[in-house]
């Protein structure tokens, strides 16, 4: 009898492990291979950025630090789309617009050199050319999105900013851009002293 149970469980665990083997060969061919390529990048990325950035200071990086700081002094973070800021260009292009139509007929002047900007607001120009400028801002808002892509994760873009708002570390570019070097604030001005003197 307990042979009997000896060779069921053998058996059930062979067949488990047929099983977990076809569904592991299915996923290594569509997901596995992908997640591995990922891992590897990530992890490549988290090593470049280690040999890439020295850390001179007494504080501790952690590793999204590091990755950050592996961008590159050069990096620049997309910015969000401002819907505000947007509507506030196209009413700038349509004033501008609309002067050129309202001043068409003078001649050009130079203007003053320290004139104040000028809050007028000329009056409606063609109605070509406000069908054009309607036309540019229905395109514009049906065209640009509500919020653009970021280039950095929500954690990365809060390490950049508390590394950006942090005053005790200095992160300058080594010599003949061999890297980044993260040092103590007070270290570096006391070598600038000591080197000037």
Known sequence: MKQQNANDSIERHKTKNRYRNKINVHVSDSHRSRF???LRKTTNNHVDSMTYVTNLSHKQLTMTQYRVLGLGLTFVPSRMTNRESQSES???FER???IKYFFRNQPQ???????????????????????????????IDNHIP????????HRERKTLNEL?????????????????VVEDGDKY????INHNY
């Not at 003053?112 to 063609?126: G, L, M, Y």
């Not at 001005?189 to 600038?192: L, N």
């Open 96 to 98: 501008s617009n609309r």
């Open 164 to 180: 950006a708002s942090n005053q005790s570390l200095v992160i300058k570019s080594a010599d003949k851009g061999s890297g980044i």
């Open 109 to 139: 002047r130079e203007p003053h050199p320290f004139r104040p900007k000028s809050t007028w607001e000329p009056p409606v120009a063609s109605p070509e050319i406000e069908s054009y400028l309607k036309r540019v801002r229905s395109t």
């Open 90 to 92: 196209i009413s700038r």
């Open 36 to 38: 591995l390529k990922s």
């Open 189 to 192: 001005i006391q070598a600038g």
């Open 146 to 153: 509500n919020v653009s892509r970021s280039n950095l994760t």
